[in-house]
């Protein structure tokens, strides 16, 4: 879909998803998520989109990683799609809520095992002493679910990005590249700002 067929970002933003899952070699989904602590120093870091719908955009992570204590002292997030082969650019910028429990169950329940055992295994960020010690409480959690389902830890969570704006660039020949800049209404409706006059 080319940028002037709709107003409705949400659609726009699917439209290209699609497009993006269709060109691209891996990771589709692959965003940068930048957060900022209580006194404003920004990190970023890739994640990977794991759900999308007009409330949000959602991904996953470990609650006691850096960017879960960020969340923690500061609600507001910016994420970006670059799909370097379609030459198109999605920054989003909003409010950060937590997933609902519900949700991050169902999502960890369609993970792969070793993915649902490397999560209990796992301190991210956090340092461990070695590759070794990562290894061994692999084993371990290995041994206490034998058989089992893997449930989800409590220290495995997601988190939803309420955006209040988003912007779609798209590159064009002779560096007429095109951008709309859309801004979420009190309503729900999205008004466009425009960026050329
Ligand atoms: C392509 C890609 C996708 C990634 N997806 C995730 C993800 O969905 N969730 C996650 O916690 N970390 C993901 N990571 C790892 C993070 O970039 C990061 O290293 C880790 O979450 C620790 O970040 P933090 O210390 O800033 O919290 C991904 C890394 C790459 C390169």
Redesign the pocket.
């Known amino acids: 879909m080319c940028l002037a067929m709709t107003n409705d970002p949400h659609a726009l933003f699917r439209d290209w998803m699609e497009e993006a899952k269709a060109s691209e070699p891996n990771?589709p989904n692959?965003m940068a998520l930048a957060t900022a602590d209580a006194a404003g120093h920004p990190?970023v870091?890739?994640?990977?989109l794991k759900g999308h719908s007009e409330g949000g955009f959602v991904?996953?992570?470990?609650l006691e990683?850096?960017?879960?204590d960020d969340l923690r002292e500061n609600q507001q997030a910016a994420l970006l799609f670059h799909w370097k082969s379609l030459r198109r650019q999605i920054r989003i910028e909003g409010r950060v809520e937590r997933a609902t429990d519900e949700e991050a169950d169902a999502y960890f329940a369609t993970r792969g095992r070793d993915s649902q055992l490397g999560a209990w295994a796992s301190d991210?960020?956090r340092p461990l002493e070695t590759r070794a010690v990562f290894e061994a409480r692999f084993d371990d959690v290995q041994k206490r679910f034998d058989g089992g389902d893997v449930p989800r830890p409590p220290h495995w969570g997601g988190y939803r990005v309420i955006p209040l704006n988003m912007e779609f660039w798209q590159d064009r020949a002779h560096r007429l590249h095109e951008r709309r800049f859309f801004l979420a209404q009190e309503d729900g409706s999205w008004a466009e700002r425009l960026l050329y006059p």
């Open positions: 990771d692959a990190s870091r890739m994640v990977l991904f996953y992570t470990n990683s850096h960017k879960a991210q960020s």
